[in-house]
């Protein structure tokens, strides 16, 4: 893929990006676009499943992931996906979901062709850093559980927080460490779940830094939904709206 | 060691177990802190060495020791009867206390010594044996103030994880009939010199295995205080209760088992002690026990062979997964309502216990992926609860309200149209929830849910900046 | 059939075996050191001064010594008599006499280097080095091994008896709000000496 031609993607928004973070689907579609992709949002898709998958209702997840599915097998390209968790579901789970369906080709053919938004964002740092970006302060940067573990990618956001001019990565935890979001966990379990989530604020906080930043809005969601009922830690924002704070447009 | 009290796991839920837990400010300081240190201990073992390629070693080790349990659990009894060692079989707890009932009324015991197990705590071994009128002593030091106390260890290889010093200090000076000095060091000699005359003095001593040798008929004790050294030497008979899935085919297959287990463990190269026991004293040797047991406990695990989670039965108990689990980290093992804790103890507990007392566990996790990445023999614990949470909708074992709600998420978000429309609804409603008292937002089910400790998403920060 | 063990292999990714060409003394006495005991290496001819040394500096009445100490064990009860100290040897004494001693000295059937092991079994018996608070043990630098596959894979052909004990340093506890406390059950002090030279009793 020649980084001159601007090649066509198709951005995938996620249900917490429609309903909880519509900024951060234009944020991201900008951030392709100032890479040098030609993004087009997604028509006609839902969620990729994982709120049933990950609580054991196969056949709920199925069904609904089965119209994003149809949607998204309908493009062609990669498909950004500015949500790590929802990625992985999409790139690894997918295939075992439909396995033996008769969506299963389907599924392996679309599963190939998702790609989480940093690491296409990563391959094109060079032009961002042209780009003037700036953010004066420090961040944490909250690796999601499943972008980093079952996707293992943890060097794309940071390399592309490196474009930025004035900005700092602290690393915090002794090892990274889910935040207490976990899909439905958040509310079968609201009491350990914002435990969790102080002990991340706790230790962003102890490192002073202006902002947490992550790559995945179930994450960001918690935490900042957190962080505002604390009122004494930073605020948590995704990676493409820093960008877009940075001066990307 | 008597327990008071209904079942934990069957008369309350994880949430309620939680919450109590959430609420002693020790244990929330002390479990992050202690297993921190572990795993940290752990990274620091293993940093100039490939642990992957290390514990990709031990999981073939364990898999291929499952898979043909059968042939090397035969080979594992005839050595042992080889080396003068009386083997049982023991299908279910039940037959293994009785057993050991036996074996310790037949020696005239009237004083066991014990090591630390959890496969005895599994088979609820004291309560039977005091039963019969024995006094049981356990002998690890945090085993023996969770005794006192008539607890639960909360922790594989760190039972007091959740106790004080201050609370040490109250029990042991309870046995001692005086205030003991608030000082470990003290409080640990006092607990020695305790110790040492139950060892000296007991009839029967009593340990797991961490692990049984098929090719010579030895059973492999690991500890850090010397207490399963003294418990397998000074009483005339030993007793060695072990789990069918903790053979090893290879003696040489400790080289790979040790680091691992020990290394995942407490991040130690090796433990001050291993113990390799092959039957009772022998003619020309100084000491030993004239009579030497061993117990083969299924309990549940050859019903696991040939499952989907076989797999479990590959663990070896090294507490790894638990000081990695940022659940547990937060709750300690008594959350976890029974004898095993942490991940592992969610992937046990149902298929040990039944989906209808243990079917929730697997729901007390949030899928992070840490427990994989850090367990010595590579079980894929995450999926294993997966297929748990997979399991109890399938056996219609998931409470009604939860199957519910998932057919009506089914339903709305399987069409791009009624999903759009309850995309904006959910944008307007929570937009709408800002500006109208809590008490009114709080009615909508399951908001009160993420309102108790959260703001609504996206809402305005008061307190950030920027 | 799953094949054995490749040591090259292992080596390599065991914290547990040595180095191509590391020093197996060196790092054994490392090791010993690393889990708070102390350790030193001596000549052939200095075995039983060395043992007196190290026994006498824990000023002690009463001293166990095991059948495993062979022909030393006769020179070092003399030596350790005409200063006045009690000497008994393990086999012959009940178990309350034992436990009232001060200091235990044993042999070794074998020691690991890069694990800082000693292992004691057969004549040594259970009990011998666990119930004093002090243990002395010789170890032959031909007993020394490199790694635990190593020990693993010779212990059949050495013919160890019912019962070994792999032992690294004095016995532990951390079961107390994670306060490291030496000599939970057995000694909280370990002293190793490393005998050099081939020839053997």
Same mark, same amino acid.
């Given at each position: ?66 119209? +994003? ?31 033996? +369906? ?148 | ?274 113990? @390799? ?190 | ?54 026994? @006498? ?107 070994? +004990? ?36």
């Amino acid at each position: 893929m020649p980084a001159s031609t601007a090649s066509t993607v198709t951005v995938f928004p996620t249900c917490l990006g429609d309903i909880a973070m519509p900024d951060v689907v234009g944020q991201t579609t900008r951030a392709l676009a100032a890479c040098g992709y030609a993004p087009r949002l997604a028509r006609g898709v839902t969620c990729c499943g994982q709120p049933g998958y990950n609580s054991g209702f196969d056949a709920d997840a199925r069904r609904v992931a089965k119209a +994003s599915l149809a949607a998204l097998d309908r493009t062609e390209g990669p498909i950004v996906v500015p949500a790590g968790s929802c990625a992985s579901m999409m790139h690894l789970h997918w295939r075992e979901l439909f396995r033996g +369906s008769r969506h299963e080709r389907a599924a392996i053919r679309v599963s190939q062709r998702v790609r989480e938004l940093t690491t296409l964002l990563a391959e094109r740092a060079d032009r961002l850093a042209t780009l003037g970006l700036a953010w004066p302060g420090t961040v944490a940067y909250h690796d999601s559980c499943h972008m980093l573990r079952e996707l293992g990618i943890s060097d794309a956001p940071r390399a592309v927080l490196g474009t930025v001019a004035g900005l700092t990565v602290v690393p915090t935890a002794v090892a990274p460490r889910c935040c207490g979001f976990g899909g439905t966990f958040s509310v079968r379990y609201p009491e350990v779940s914002v435990a969790m989530a102080d002990a991340t604020l706790d230790d962003a906080r102890v490192a002073q830094v202006d902002a947490v930043i992550s790559a995945d809005p179930g994450c960001i969601m918690h935490l900042d939904a957190r962080s505002g009922r604390r009122g004494d830690t930073p605020r948590v924002v995704h990676i493409a709206t820093l960008l877009a704070e940075a001066g990307l447009r | 060691m008597n327990r008071p009290g209904p079942d934990p796991l069957t008369s309350s839920t994880f949430s309620q177990r939680a919450h109590e837990q959430l609420g002693k400010p020790f244990l929330r300081r002390a479990v992050p802190k202690a297993t921190d240190h572990a795993y940290n201990a752990l990274r620091d073992r293993f940093r100039d060495h490939d642990y992957d390629a290390l514990r990709e070693q031990g999981r073939r080790i364990r898999a291929d020791a499952v898979e043909h349990l059968d042939e090397h659990l035969a080979t594992l009894v005839a050595a042992l009867e080889r080396n003068g060692v009386s083997v049982h079989r023991a299908a279910d707890d039940a037959r293994a206390r009785e057993i050991i009932r036996g074996i310790v009324r037949d020696a005239g015991g009237r004083r066991v010594v014990k090591v630390k197990s959890m496969a005895s705590e599994e088979i609820g071994l004291n309560p039977a044996l005091e039963a019969d009128g024995v006094e049981v002593v356990e002998t690890d030091l945090g085993e023996y103030v969770v005794q006192l106390d008539h607890d639960r260890p909360s922790h594989i290889i760190a039972p007091i994880i959740h106790k004080t010093r201050g609370e040490v200090r109250d029990s042991l000076s309870r046995v001692a009939g005086r205030e003991l000095p608030d000082d470990a060091a003290a409080l640990t000699g006092f607990a020695r010199d305790t110790l040492r005359e139950a060892f000296l003095t007991a009839d029967v001593g009593i340990s797991g295995a961490n692990f049984g040798i098929a090719e010579t008929g030895t059973i492999c004790l690991v500890t850090n205080e010397g207490n399963g050294r003294m418990c397998t030497s000074l009483p005339r008979v030993h007793i060695s209760l072990m789990g069918i899935e903790r053979v090893l085919p290879r003696l040489e297959d400790l080289a790979v088992m040790l680091p691992l287990l020990t290394g995942a463990g407490t991040g130690q190269l090796i433990t001050t002690y291993v113990s @390799l026991l092959s039957g009772p004293r022998r003619p020309g040797e100084p000491d030993g026990p004239r009579e030497m047991h061993v117990v083969l406990l299924d309990n549940g695990r050859s019903a696991l062979r040939g499952g989907a989670y076989q797999d479990v039965l590959h663990c070896i108990r090294c507490g790894a997964c638990q000081n990695v689990c940022p659940v547990y980290r937060q709750v300690g093992g008594h959350a976890y309502g029974w004898v095993y804790g942490g991940p592992i103890g969610a992937v046990l507990t149902p298929l040990f216990r039944g989906m209808d007392a243990g079917g929730e566990l697997p729901h007390a996790s949030t899928l992070c992926g840490a427990c994989d990445d850090v367990c010595p023999v590579k079980i894929p614990i995450h999926d294993l609860l997966h297929g748990l949470r997979s399991d109890r909708v399938r056996g219609d074992a998931a409470p009604r309200a939860e199957r519910v709600a998932s057919s009506l998420w089914s339903l709305a978000w399987s069409n791009p149209w009624t999903y759009r429309a309850s995309v904006t609804f959910a944008r307007v409603g929570t937009r709408a929830a800002a500006r109208v008292p809590s008490g009114l937002v709080r009615r909508v089910p399951g908001a009160a849910r993420w309102l108790d400790g959260r703001d609504l998403p996206g809402g305005p920060r008061p307190g950030g900046r920027r | 059939m799953r094949p054995r063990i490749d040591p090259a292999r292992l080596a390599a990714i065991a914290p547990t075996e040595l180095r191509p060409g590391e020093d197996a003394v060196a790092r054994f006495v490392a090791e010993v050191e690393a889990v708070a005991g102390t350790a030193e290496v001596v000549a052939r001819g200095d075995a039983v001064d060395a043992a007196e040394r190290a026994v @006498l500096a824990h000023r002690p009445l009463r001293v166990v010594l095991a059948a495993d100490l062979d022909a030393r064990r006769e020179a070092l009860a003399g030596r350790l008599e005409t200063v006045g100290v009690e000497v008994v040897h393990y086999e012959q004494a009940d178990r309350a006499t034992v436990a009232e001693a001060d200091v235990a000295v044993t042999g070794c059937v074998a020691a690991v280097a890069a694990t800082g092991s000693i292992v004691t079994g057969g004549a040594a018996g259970r009990g011998g080095a666990l119930i004093a608070p002090v243990h002395v043990c010789l170890v032959e630098r031909r007993r020394l091994f490199d790694g635990l596959l190593d020990v693993l894979r010779a212990l059949p052909a050495i013919g160890v008896g019912s019962a070994l +004990s792999f032992q690294s340093g004095p016995s532990r506890t951390a079961d107390i709000e994670k306060t490291l406390i030496l000599g939970m059950h057995g000694p909280k002090a370990v002293h190793v000496v490393v005998v050099e030279g081939d020839a053997d009793s």
